[in-house]
């Protein structure tokens, strides 16, 4: 089996086209269609339903891509394993959701990089449904990632759960509102939300729904800074961690607000395919030093 041919199959599967795969392989079109063909042609079936758009494996496709990213990944782990130094090279890809970017970005990077100086890092910011995506499709080799607590990553993923953060109601300081509501008196407010794609946004619309409730959105904003800045102006109800309003400029101009029999919280998560392999040692470095990280934040 010629490997060439199997990264590019892998790659037209990843990204669902022969004209991205090209791209990521930085190889012409017709390079990626012949390699896939020879790759066809030894296997004796078909990998790809051509008709399909995006690009889609058969059945015989899904399974050769299954084996292939493993073997794939025993390669570079037989790489790592023979050089003379011992030494984990190659690419790094992880993803980070933005709630844990403060947390990620700093001692535990700094620790994979000085461990693993011939590792190339390459960090992906993103929502963490989209960072689950990715990292069950292979394009990330792991992801720290926010569900809402009760959620889980799904079945095939490996997953490390590094505990749940609550999360905090918060309305500007003089809106005459008590300290303690029910969700209906909240549910007369408009909201100051991130944007589409965080998945505790989506538990919380299901809670109002489940109520019969609106849940109505009056401004989506991805920095958490600039919604608590919206909130602090009266412009609607704005969901934070307590680490985040510990830190803001406009703690002062804010009022949390509890829910009766509503507690929501979320839990962060390392989330990898397996075998992790080569990575194995950064992924675990990584996700320590991101435990700690938390910890001493919520500390």
């Known amino acids: 089996m010629n490997t060439h041919d199997l990264v590019a199959f892998v790659a037209v599967v990843e990204t669902g086209s022969i004209v991205a795969a090209s791209a990521r392989l930085n190889l012409t079109q017709p390079g990626v269609t012949r390699r896939i063909q020879n790759l066809e042609e030894m296997l004796g079936a078909q990998l790809l339903d051509r008709l399909s758009k995006p690009l889609k ?6 399974e050769a891509y ?3 990213r493993r073997l794939l990944r025993m390669l570079d782990d037989l790489k790592s394993g023979v050089a003379n130094d011992g030494v984990v090279r190659g690419e790094f890809r992880l993803g980070l959701t933005p709630f844990l970017s403060e947390a990620g970005l700093t ?3 700094d620790a994979v990089r000085a461990e693993f100086p011939a590792l190339a890092v390459r960090v992906v910011s993103g929502w963490s449904p989209h960072q689950v995506e990715r990292v069950c499709r292979n394009e990330l080799d792991a992801a720290a ?3 809402p607590d009760g959620a889980v990553p799904p079945a095939e993923l490996l997953a490390d759960d590094l505990g749940a953060e609550p999360v905090i109601f918060v309305v500007a300081r003089d809106v005459k509102m008590s300290r303690i509501v029910d969700l209906e008196r909240l549910s007369q407010m408009s909201w100051v939300i991130n944007q589409d794609g965080c998945g505790f946004r989506d538990a919380l619309k299901r809670r109002f729904d489940a109520e019969h409730l609106p849940f109505n959105i009056a401004v989506e904003a991805l920095d958490s800074e600039l919604r608590l800045s ?5 412009l609607g109800v704005g969901l934070v961690t307590p680490i985040a309003l510990k830190r803001s400029a406009f703690r002062d101009k804010l009022k949390p607000v509890a829910v009766r029999g509503f507690n929501p919280a979320v839990r962060a998560w390392i989330v990898h395919r397996p075998p992790a392999g080569r990575l194995a040692r950064p992924i675990k470095l990584f996700r320590d030093g991101l435990d700690r990280e938390l910890k001493a934040l919520i500390g």
């Open 145 to 147: 990632i926010c569900l």
């Open 57 to 62: 494996p058969t059945a015989a496709g899904h």
């Open 66 to 68: 299954e084996q292939g």
């Open 230 to 234: 919206l909130v602090a102006r009266g």
């Open 107 to 109: 001692a535990p990077l």
